[in-house]
Protein backbone atom coordinates (compact mmCIF):
# COMPACT_ATOMS: atom_id res chain seq x y z
CA UNK A 1 0.00 0.00 0.00
CA UNK A 2 2.65 2.33 0.45
CA UNK A 3 4.05 2.06 -2.74
CA UNK A 4 3.77 5.60 -4.46
CA UNK A 5 2.58 7.19 -1.12
CA UNK A 6 4.72 9.89 -0.67
CA UNK A 7 3.95 11.10 -4.77
CA UNK A 8 -0.09 10.81 -3.74
CA UNK A 9 0.67 12.60 -0.39
CA UNK A 10 2.80 15.35 -2.36
CA UNK A 11 -0.20 15.69 -5.05
CA UNK A 12 -2.52 16.16 -2.96
CA UNK A 13 -0.78 18.23 0.08
CA UNK A 14 -1.89 21.49 -1.54
CA UNK A 15 -5.25 20.75 -1.67
CA UNK A 16 -5.58 20.99 1.83
CA UNK A 17 -5.42 24.01 4.25
CA UNK A 18 -2.29 24.29 5.84
CA UNK A 19 -0.45 21.33 3.82
CA UNK A 20 -0.58 18.88 6.92
CA UNK A 21 0.97 15.56 6.26
CA UNK A 22 -1.78 12.41 7.06
CA UNK A 23 -2.14 10.25 9.89
CA UNK A 24 -0.60 6.64 9.16
CA UNK A 25 -2.78 4.87 11.40
CA UNK A 26 -1.13 1.50 12.29
CA UNK A 27 -2.70 -1.66 14.67
CA UNK A 28 -6.29 -0.49 14.33
CA UNK A 29 -6.78 -2.58 11.26
CA UNK A 30 -11.44 -3.00 11.36
CA UNK A 31 -11.88 -0.69 14.14
CA UNK A 32 -14.70 1.74 13.18
CA UNK A 33 -13.66 5.07 12.47
CA UNK A 34 -15.74 8.02 14.32
CA UNK A 35 -13.97 10.89 13.42
CA UNK A 36 -11.01 13.51 14.54
CA UNK A 37 -9.70 15.18 17.43
CA UNK A 38 -9.80 19.20 17.53
CA UNK A 39 -5.98 18.90 16.82
CA UNK A 40 -6.39 16.16 14.10
CA UNK A 41 -5.63 12.85 15.36
CA UNK A 42 -8.51 9.63 14.26
CA UNK A 43 -10.92 8.72 16.97
CA UNK A 44 -11.61 4.87 16.52
CA UNK A 45 -14.61 3.18 18.55
CA UNK A 46 -13.02 0.96 21.87
CA UNK A 47 -14.95 -2.36 20.39
CA UNK A 48 -17.18 -3.50 18.59
CA UNK A 49 -20.43 -2.29 19.76
CA UNK A 50 -23.72 -1.09 18.88
CA UNK A 51 -24.10 2.65 17.45
CA UNK A 52 -26.40 5.23 16.90
CA UNK A 53 -26.15 8.48 14.67
CA UNK A 54 -28.61 11.02 14.80
CA UNK A 55 -27.79 13.89 12.40
CA UNK A 56 -30.34 16.10 10.48
CA UNK A 57 -31.12 16.28 6.76
CA UNK A 58 -27.68 17.25 4.96
CA UNK A 59 -25.62 16.73 7.40
CA UNK A 60 -23.81 14.20 6.52
CA UNK A 61 -25.33 10.93 7.74
CA UNK A 62 -23.78 9.40 4.57
CA UNK A 63 -20.49 10.66 3.47
CA UNK A 64 -19.40 11.02 7.74
CA UNK A 65 -21.48 8.19 8.80
CA UNK A 66 -22.14 5.38 6.43
CA UNK A 67 -19.46 4.86 4.35
CA UNK A 68 -16.93 5.99 6.58
CA UNK A 69 -17.55 3.38 9.04
CA UNK A 70 -17.47 0.85 5.51
CA UNK A 71 -13.91 2.36 4.59
CA UNK A 72 -12.63 1.35 8.36
CA UNK A 73 -14.23 -2.37 8.15
CA UNK A 74 -12.79 -3.61 4.98
CA UNK A 75 -9.50 -4.53 6.72
CA UNK A 76 -10.78 -6.85 8.44
CA UNK A 77 -12.07 -9.88 6.48
CA UNK A 78 -13.90 -11.44 9.45
CA UNK A 79 -16.39 -9.17 9.55
CA UNK A 80 -19.55 -9.33 7.33
CA UNK A 81 -21.24 -6.03 6.88
CA UNK A 82 -24.79 -5.87 6.26
CA UNK A 83 -25.45 -2.62 4.46
CA UNK A 84 -29.67 -1.04 4.90
CA UNK A 85 -28.55 1.17 1.52
CA UNK A 86 -32.38 2.15 1.05
CA UNK A 87 -31.44 5.53 -1.08
CA UNK A 88 -31.34 4.20 -4.35
CA UNK A 89 -28.60 2.30 -3.92
CA UNK A 90 -26.31 5.38 -2.90
CA UNK A 91 -23.42 3.76 -0.90
CA UNK A 92 -23.05 0.97 -3.31
CA UNK A 93 -23.33 2.79 -6.46
CA UNK A 94 -20.10 4.99 -4.48
CA UNK A 95 -17.80 2.19 -2.56
CA UNK A 96 -18.67 -1.16 -5.00
CA UNK A 97 -15.49 -0.67 -6.75
CA UNK A 98 -13.47 0.34 -3.13
CA UNK A 99 -14.88 -2.60 -1.98
CA UNK A 100 -13.73 -5.32 -4.78
CA UNK A 101 -10.22 -3.92 -4.85
CA UNK A 102 -10.03 -4.45 -0.86
CA UNK A 103 -10.58 -8.08 -1.97
CA UNK A 104 -14.04 -8.23 -0.52
CA UNK A 105 -16.94 -10.28 -1.48
CA UNK A 106 -19.70 -8.45 -2.47
CA UNK A 107 -23.78 -8.98 -2.96
CA UNK A 108 -26.32 -6.61 -4.34
CA UNK A 109 -29.48 -7.20 -3.17
CA UNK A 110 -31.68 -5.46 -5.70
CA UNK A 111 -35.13 -6.95 -6.08
CA UNK A 112 -36.50 -3.35 -7.76
CA UNK A 113 -33.64 -4.02 -10.80
CA UNK A 114 -31.98 -0.85 -10.11
CA UNK A 115 -28.80 -1.96 -11.70
CA UNK A 116 -29.85 -4.05 -14.25
CA UNK A 117 -31.00 -7.30 -14.42
CA UNK A 118 -27.98 -8.89 -15.39
CA UNK A 119 -25.86 -6.59 -12.56
CA UNK A 120 -22.71 -9.65 -12.20
CA UNK A 121 -23.26 -8.67 -8.16
CA UNK A 122 -26.85 -9.09 -8.05
CA UNK A 123 -27.94 -12.20 -6.02
CA UNK A 124 -31.82 -13.57 -5.19
CA UNK A 125 -32.69 -13.63 -1.57
CA UNK A 126 -35.70 -15.05 0.29
CA UNK A 127 -37.47 -12.59 2.41
CA UNK A 128 -38.68 -15.70 4.10
CA UNK A 129 -35.16 -16.63 4.37
CA UNK A 130 -35.34 -17.27 7.77
CA UNK A 131 -38.78 -19.15 7.49
CA UNK A 132 -36.89 -22.26 5.19
CA UNK A 133 -34.11 -22.06 7.34
CA UNK A 134 -36.25 -22.93 10.42
CA UNK A 135 -38.00 -25.30 8.41
CA UNK A 136 -35.37 -27.21 7.33
CA UNK A 137 -34.10 -27.62 11.11
CA UNK A 138 -37.94 -27.92 12.29
CA UNK A 139 -36.74 -31.57 13.51
CA UNK A 140 -33.76 -30.49 15.56
CA UNK A 141 -34.28 -26.94 17.26
CA UNK A 142 -38.27 -26.56 16.90
CA UNK A 143 -37.86 -23.02 16.14
CA UNK A 144 -40.45 -22.73 13.08
CA UNK A 145 -43.27 -21.16 15.22
CA UNK A 146 -40.95 -18.14 16.66
CA UNK A 147 -39.77 -17.29 13.59
CA UNK A 148 -42.95 -17.63 11.54
CA UNK A 149 -44.30 -14.93 14.08
CA UNK A 150 -41.43 -12.70 14.09
CA UNK A 151 -42.21 -12.66 9.91
CA UNK A 152 -45.62 -11.92 10.55
CA UNK A 153 -45.17 -9.08 12.95
CA UNK A 154 -42.87 -7.41 10.58
CA UNK A 155 -45.63 -7.55 7.95
CA UNK A 156 -48.92 -6.54 10.04
CA UNK A 157 -46.73 -4.69 13.08
CA UNK A 158 -48.29 -4.60 16.48
CA UNK A 159 -48.81 -0.96 17.41
CA UNK A 160 -48.48 0.26 21.00
CA UNK A 161 -50.99 0.57 23.47
CA UNK A 162 -53.54 -0.64 21.20
CA UNK A 163 -55.10 -4.17 22.72
CA UNK A 164 -58.93 -3.38 21.78
CA UNK A 165 -58.29 -4.45 17.98
CA UNK A 166 -55.62 -7.40 18.58
CA UNK A 167 -57.98 -9.20 17.04
CA UNK A 168 -58.00 -7.48 13.57
CA UNK A 169 -54.63 -7.96 13.33
CA UNK A 170 -54.65 -11.38 15.18
CA UNK A 171 -56.77 -13.43 12.39
CA UNK A 172 -54.80 -11.86 9.37
CA UNK A 173 -51.83 -13.06 10.89
CA UNK A 174 -52.89 -16.20 10.96
CA UNK A 175 -54.15 -16.35 7.63
CA UNK A 176 -50.83 -15.62 6.05
CA UNK A 177 -49.35 -18.31 8.63
CA UNK A 178 -51.51 -20.87 7.24
CA UNK A 179 -50.51 -19.44 3.73
CA UNK A 180 -46.71 -20.39 4.88
CA UNK A 181 -47.09 -23.65 5.83
CA UNK A 182 -49.23 -25.30 3.23
CA UNK A 183 -46.32 -23.79 1.10
CA UNK A 184 -43.38 -25.22 2.63
CA UNK A 185 -45.37 -28.48 3.26
CA UNK A 186 -46.43 -28.82 -0.96
CA UNK A 187 -44.01 -26.84 -2.72
CA UNK A 188 -40.03 -27.08 -2.66
CA UNK A 189 -38.53 -23.48 -1.33
CA UNK A 190 -41.70 -22.08 -2.93
CA UNK A 191 -42.55 -19.83 -0.28
CA UNK A 192 -42.29 -16.47 -0.89
CA UNK A 193 -44.44 -13.59 -0.01
CA UNK A 194 -45.30 -13.31 -3.53
CA UNK A 195 -46.39 -17.39 -3.32
CA UNK A 196 -48.02 -16.35 0.31
CA UNK A 197 -50.44 -13.00 -1.25
CA UNK A 198 -50.94 -15.40 -4.84
CA UNK A 199 -52.80 -18.62 -2.34
CA UNK A 200 -54.88 -16.53 -0.20
CA UNK A 201 -56.01 -14.03 -3.62
CA UNK A 202 -57.18 -16.80 -5.17
CA UNK A 203 -60.34 -18.28 -3.92
CA UNK A 204 -59.97 -22.03 -6.09
CA UNK A 205 -56.23 -22.48 -5.20
CA UNK A 206 -56.95 -21.57 -1.43
CA UNK A 207 -60.22 -24.07 -1.42
CA UNK A 208 -57.81 -26.63 -2.79
CA UNK A 209 -55.16 -26.42 -0.70
CA UNK A 210 -57.27 -26.41 2.08
CA UNK A 211 -58.22 -29.82 1.01
CA UNK A 212 -55.34 -31.13 0.57
CA UNK A 213 -54.41 -29.86 3.91
CA UNK A 214 -56.90 -30.44 6.06
CA UNK A 215 -56.80 -34.51 4.77
CA UNK A 216 -52.96 -34.61 4.40
CA UNK A 217 -51.37 -31.96 6.81
CA UNK A 218 -49.66 -32.65 10.06
CA UNK A 219 -51.20 -31.59 13.37
CA UNK A 220 -49.72 -28.39 13.02
CA UNK A 221 -51.01 -27.57 9.53
CA UNK A 222 -54.20 -29.46 10.05
CA UNK A 223 -54.98 -27.03 13.08
CA UNK A 224 -53.97 -23.89 10.91
CA UNK A 225 -56.33 -25.26 7.89
CA UNK A 226 -59.28 -25.79 10.34
CA UNK A 227 -58.88 -22.09 11.62
CA UNK A 228 -58.70 -20.79 8.00
CA UNK A 229 -61.75 -22.84 7.19
CA UNK A 230 -63.57 -21.40 10.50
CA UNK A 231 -62.52 -17.95 9.63
CA UNK A 232 -64.12 -18.39 5.85
CA UNK A 233 -67.29 -19.32 7.32
CA UNK A 234 -67.56 -16.02 8.44
CA UNK A 235 -68.23 -13.93 5.56
CA UNK A 236 -68.97 -10.66 8.11
CA UNK A 237 -65.42 -10.66 9.18
CA UNK A 238 -63.74 -12.57 6.29
CA UNK A 239 -63.67 -10.16 3.47
CA UNK A 240 -61.77 -7.60 6.22
CA UNK A 241 -59.13 -10.10 7.17
CA UNK A 242 -58.70 -10.79 3.72
CA UNK A 243 -58.41 -6.69 2.74
CA UNK A 244 -55.51 -6.65 5.53
CA UNK A 245 -53.88 -9.69 4.51
CA UNK A 246 -53.52 -8.37 0.93
CA UNK A 247 -53.01 -4.46 2.25
CA UNK A 248 -50.00 -6.10 4.33
CA UNK A 249 -48.56 -7.87 1.25
CA UNK A 250 -49.24 -5.40 -1.52
CA UNK A 251 -45.59 -4.62 -2.40
CA UNK A 252 -45.30 -8.49 -3.59
CA UNK A 253 -48.88 -8.59 -5.46
CA UNK A 254 -49.06 -9.29 -9.00
CA UNK A 255 -47.23 -6.66 -10.64
CA UNK A 256 -45.22 -5.22 -8.55
CA UNK A 257 -41.21 -5.89 -8.82
CA UNK A 258 -40.94 -7.72 -5.61
CA UNK A 259 -43.98 -10.53 -6.59
CA UNK A 260 -40.58 -12.47 -7.50
CA UNK A 261 -38.64 -12.10 -5.01
CA UNK A 262 -36.72 -15.09 -3.65
CA UNK A 263 -38.09 -17.59 -6.47
CA UNK A 264 -34.73 -17.97 -7.72
CA UNK A 265 -32.52 -18.27 -5.02
CA UNK A 266 -29.06 -18.38 -5.46
CA UNK A 267 -27.49 -18.58 -1.64
CA UNK A 268 -29.17 -18.08 1.55
CA UNK A 269 -28.67 -15.51 4.42
CA UNK A 270 -26.69 -17.63 6.51
CA UNK A 271 -24.01 -18.05 3.63
CA UNK A 272 -23.73 -14.35 3.07
CA UNK A 273 -22.84 -13.99 6.52
CA UNK A 274 -20.18 -17.19 6.91
CA UNK A 275 -18.59 -16.10 3.69
CA UNK A 276 -17.87 -12.60 4.81
CA UNK A 277 -19.69 -10.54 2.13
CA UNK A 278 -20.45 -7.20 2.00
CA UNK A 279 -24.46 -6.90 1.12
CA UNK A 280 -26.24 -4.26 0.45
CA UNK A 281 -30.38 -3.91 0.65
CA UNK A 282 -31.43 -1.60 -2.04
CA UNK A 283 -34.20 0.18 -2.76
CA UNK A 284 -35.94 3.05 -4.41
CA UNK A 285 -35.77 6.17 -2.28
CA UNK A 286 -39.02 7.55 -2.98
CA UNK A 287 -41.13 4.34 -1.75
CA UNK A 288 -38.54 3.85 1.06
CA UNK A 289 -41.50 3.47 3.97
CA UNK A 290 -43.49 1.54 2.31
CA UNK A 291 -40.49 -1.11 1.33
CA UNK A 292 -40.10 -1.26 5.26
CA UNK A 293 -41.65 -4.52 5.65
CA UNK A 294 -39.89 -5.93 2.72
CA UNK A 295 -36.25 -5.15 4.10
CA UNK A 296 -37.47 -5.92 7.74
CA UNK A 297 -38.00 -9.58 6.60
CA UNK A 298 -34.47 -9.89 5.17
CA UNK A 299 -32.73 -8.27 8.28
CA UNK A 300 -34.58 -10.66 10.35
CA UNK A 301 -33.40 -13.35 8.40
CA UNK A 302 -30.13 -12.22 8.71
CA UNK A 303 -29.91 -11.98 12.17
CA UNK A 304 -31.91 -15.52 12.62
CA UNK A 305 -29.23 -16.68 10.58
CA UNK A 306 -26.83 -14.96 13.15
CA UNK A 307 -28.51 -16.55 16.21
CA UNK A 308 -28.36 -19.40 15.26
CA UNK A 309 -24.91 -20.25 14.06
CA UNK A 310 -21.79 -20.49 16.08
CA UNK A 311 -19.64 -17.50 14.00
CA UNK A 312 -18.86 -15.81 17.53
CA UNK A 313 -17.14 -19.00 17.95
CA UNK A 314 -15.54 -18.86 14.57
CA UNK A 315 -14.05 -15.15 15.08
CA UNK A 316 -16.30 -14.41 12.96
CA UNK A 317 -18.18 -10.41 13.07
CA UNK A 318 -21.08 -8.94 11.91
CA UNK A 319 -22.16 -5.58 11.69
CA UNK A 320 -25.58 -4.24 10.54
CA UNK A 321 -25.14 -0.39 9.49
CA UNK A 322 -28.82 0.54 9.00
CA UNK A 323 -29.21 3.88 7.28
CA UNK A 324 -32.55 5.36 7.71
CA UNK A 325 -33.26 3.07 10.41
CA UNK A 326 -36.90 4.50 11.47
CA UNK A 327 -38.41 3.72 7.85
CA UNK A 328 -37.42 0.02 8.79
CA UNK A 329 -40.14 -2.18 11.28
CA UNK A 330 -37.14 -3.30 12.93
CA UNK A 331 -38.64 -3.45 16.18
CA UNK A 332 -37.35 -7.55 17.14
CA UNK A 333 -33.83 -6.02 16.15
CA UNK A 334 -34.03 -3.62 18.76
CA UNK A 335 -35.59 -5.91 21.82
CA UNK A 336 -32.65 -8.36 20.99
CA UNK A 337 -29.96 -5.61 20.91
CA UNK A 338 -28.47 -7.53 23.67
CA UNK A 339 -28.42 -10.98 22.52
CA UNK A 340 -27.10 -9.57 19.16
CA UNK A 341 -23.67 -8.53 20.66
CA UNK A 342 -23.32 -11.78 22.62
CA UNK A 343 -23.09 -13.34 19.03
CA UNK A 344 -20.81 -11.17 17.57
CA UNK A 345 -23.49 -8.41 16.28
CA UNK A 346 -23.30 -4.77 16.04
CA UNK A 347 -25.82 -2.80 14.97
CA UNK A 348 -25.15 0.74 13.70
CA UNK A 349 -28.58 2.96 13.58
CA UNK A 350 -28.55 5.55 12.05
CA UNK A 351 -31.70 8.24 11.61
CA UNK A 352 -32.69 12.04 11.78
CA UNK A 353 -33.71 12.42 15.04
CA UNK A 354 -34.27 10.63 18.49
CA UNK A 355 -38.34 12.16 18.35
CA UNK A 356 -38.43 9.89 15.12
CA UNK A 357 -37.25 6.99 16.93
CA UNK A 358 -40.42 7.56 19.75
CA UNK A 359 -42.81 7.81 17.12
CA UNK A 360 -41.95 4.59 15.65
CA UNK A 361 -40.88 1.97 18.27
CA UNK A 362 -42.17 4.52 21.55
CA UNK A 363 -40.39 5.91 24.11
CA UNK A 364 -39.51 2.58 26.07
CA UNK A 365 -38.05 1.27 22.94
CA UNK A 366 -35.82 4.50 22.51
CA UNK A 367 -34.46 4.46 26.17
CA UNK A 368 -33.58 0.66 25.40
CA UNK A 369 -31.73 1.82 22.00
CA UNK A 370 -30.09 4.42 24.15
CA UNK A 371 -28.80 2.09 26.71
CA UNK A 372 -27.41 -0.45 24.15
CA UNK A 373 -25.77 2.49 21.88
CA UNK A 374 -22.42 2.14 23.51
CA UNK A 375 -20.99 4.97 21.17
CA UNK A 376 -23.40 7.98 20.16
CA UNK A 377 -22.79 10.67 17.81
CA UNK A 378 -24.75 13.60 16.90
CA UNK A 379 -24.10 15.45 13.65
CA UNK A 380 -25.51 18.62 14.61
CA UNK A 381 -28.71 20.00 16.41
CA UNK A 382 -32.01 20.89 14.99
CA UNK A 383 -34.76 20.05 17.60
CA UNK A 384 -34.32 21.98 20.79
CA UNK A 385 -35.08 19.28 22.90
CA UNK A 386 -32.57 17.78 21.72
CA UNK A 387 -30.21 20.25 22.16
CA UNK A 388 -31.04 20.44 25.80
CA UNK A 389 -30.96 17.18 26.49
CA UNK A 390 -27.57 16.87 25.49
CA UNK A 391 -26.59 20.02 27.01
CA UNK A 392 -27.65 18.99 30.20
CA UNK A 393 -26.00 15.36 29.69
CA UNK A 394 -22.55 17.21 29.06
CA UNK A 395 -23.00 18.64 32.36
CA UNK A 396 -21.18 21.65 34.22
CA UNK A 397 -18.12 23.59 34.70
CA UNK A 398 -16.03 25.62 37.26
CA UNK A 399 -14.98 29.14 35.74
CA UNK A 400 -13.41 31.68 37.26
CA UNK A 401 -14.25 35.61 36.56
CA UNK A 402 -12.12 38.08 37.76
CA UNK A 403 -13.62 42.20 39.09
CA UNK A 404 -12.34 45.31 40.50
CA UNK A 405 -14.23 46.93 42.43
CA UNK A 406 -14.09 50.61 44.44
CA UNK A 407 -14.87 51.58 47.98
CA UNK A 408 -17.67 53.35 48.69
CA UNK A 409 -15.59 57.08 48.69
CA UNK A 410 -13.94 56.09 45.68
CA UNK A 411 -10.85 55.96 47.09
CA UNK A 412 -9.64 53.04 47.10
CA UNK A 413 -9.67 49.79 44.32
CA UNK A 414 -9.81 46.34 45.05
CA UNK A 415 -9.49 43.16 43.01
CA UNK A 416 -11.64 39.77 43.44
CA UNK A 417 -12.46 36.53 42.13
CA UNK A 418 -15.41 34.86 41.56
CA UNK A 419 -16.51 31.35 40.91
CA UNK A 420 -19.65 30.29 38.44
CA UNK A 421 -20.78 26.72 37.37
CA UNK A 422 -21.78 26.77 33.32
CA UNK A 423 -22.45 24.73 31.38
CA UNK A 424 -19.67 23.06 29.35
CA UNK A 425 -21.90 23.55 25.99
CA UNK A 426 -25.32 25.51 26.40
CA UNK A 427 -28.09 24.72 23.85
CA UNK A 428 -27.29 27.82 21.75
CA UNK A 429 -24.36 26.56 21.61
CA UNK A 430 -24.85 22.97 20.15
CA UNK A 431 -27.84 24.58 17.65
CA UNK A 432 -24.47 26.76 15.78
CA UNK A 433 -22.31 23.52 16.04
CA UNK A 434 -19.97 23.95 12.95
CA UNK A 435 -20.96 21.57 9.98
CA UNK A 436 -17.24 19.78 9.82
CA UNK A 437 -18.09 19.14 13.82
CA UNK A 438 -19.95 16.34 15.74
CA UNK A 439 -20.42 15.58 19.24
CA UNK A 440 -19.26 12.11 20.58
CA UNK A 441 -20.38 9.84 23.26
CA UNK A 442 -18.56 6.77 24.32
CA UNK A 443 -19.62 5.03 27.27
CA UNK A 444 -17.15 5.19 30.31
CA UNK A 445 -15.01 7.84 28.46
CA UNK A 446 -17.71 10.39 28.27
CA UNK A 447 -17.98 13.17 25.46
CA UNK A 448 -16.01 14.34 22.52
CA UNK A 449 -16.19 17.41 20.90
CA UNK A 450 -15.05 16.39 17.45
CA UNK A 451 -14.16 16.54 13.95
CA UNK A 452 -16.27 15.01 11.45
CA UNK A 453 -14.05 12.76 8.52
CA UNK A 454 -15.55 12.50 5.39
CA UNK A 455 -15.48 9.68 2.48
CA UNK A 456 -12.29 11.00 0.44
CA UNK A 457 -10.36 12.07 3.34
CA UNK A 458 -9.41 7.97 4.11
CA UNK A 459 -6.39 7.01 2.14
CA UNK A 460 -6.53 4.58 0.25
CA UNK A 461 -9.88 4.48 -0.24
CA UNK A 462 -10.75 8.22 -1.53
CA UNK A 463 -9.78 7.59 -4.84
CA UNK A 464 -11.82 3.95 -5.40
CA UNK A 465 -14.70 5.58 -4.55
CA UNK A 466 -17.45 6.92 -7.51
CA UNK A 467 -19.88 9.07 -8.66
CA UNK A 468 -22.80 9.54 -6.36
CA UNK A 469 -25.73 8.77 -7.83
CA UNK A 470 -27.86 11.11 -6.27
CA UNK A 471 -25.96 14.44 -5.96
CA UNK A 472 -23.85 13.79 -8.69
CA UNK A 473 -20.37 13.95 -8.72
CA UNK A 474 -17.49 12.75 -6.13
CA UNK A 475 -16.01 14.42 -3.34
CA UNK A 476 -11.96 14.85 -4.83
CA UNK A 477 -9.44 13.20 -2.57
CA UNK A 478 -8.01 15.38 -0.01
CA UNK A 479 -6.42 12.61 2.28
CA UNK A 480 -6.08 13.12 6.33
CA UNK A 481 -6.16 9.55 7.36
CA UNK A 482 -4.35 6.52 5.69
CA UNK A 483 -6.19 2.85 6.87
CA UNK A 484 -4.14 -0.29 7.39
CA UNK A 485 -4.95 -2.85 4.75
CA UNK A 486 -4.88 -6.33 3.81
CA UNK A 487 -2.03 -4.76 1.24
CA UNK A 488 0.40 -4.34 4.10
CA UNK A 489 -0.61 -7.15 6.32
CA UNK A 490 -3.29 -4.66 8.42
CA UNK A 491 -0.22 -2.87 10.19
Known amino acids: MVRGLKSYIAKHRQKRKGGAKPIYVTGRAGCRLLGMTLDGKPI?????????????????????????????????????????DFKQGEIFAQTVEMCLKAGRKVALLDDTLMFGVDHPLRVDLNPFGSILAAHALQAEQGELVFVT???????????????????????????????????????????????????????????????????????????????????????????????????????????????????????????????????????????????????????????????????????RKVDFLLDEFTNTPAREIVSKLTTIRAYGGSVHMICQSRSEIERKYGEKETLTIEENAVVKQWFGFSSFDEAERVSKAMGEALYYNQGIGTSSDKTDVSGNYNTVRERLYTPAELMMLPKDEQIIHVKDVGFIHAKKLRQNEVYPYAEQLLDNPLEGGRLPPVPKVILPTDDDGGE
Open 44 to 84: FEPKPTHSILTSAAGGGKTTSGAVLWLQSMLADKSRTVIIA
Open 149 to 315: DSANHALIEEPNNDERNAFWRYEPRAMIEYAQMSLLANTRGGCTPGAVWSLLSDAQDLERALKIDLEEGDAVLKSLAAHMQAVRSHPEHYGQHLGAVKKALRIFSAGSPLHYAGSDVDITHKELLEDGYIVFLTGPQQHVERFGPYFALHLQSFMHALLSSNLAAQG
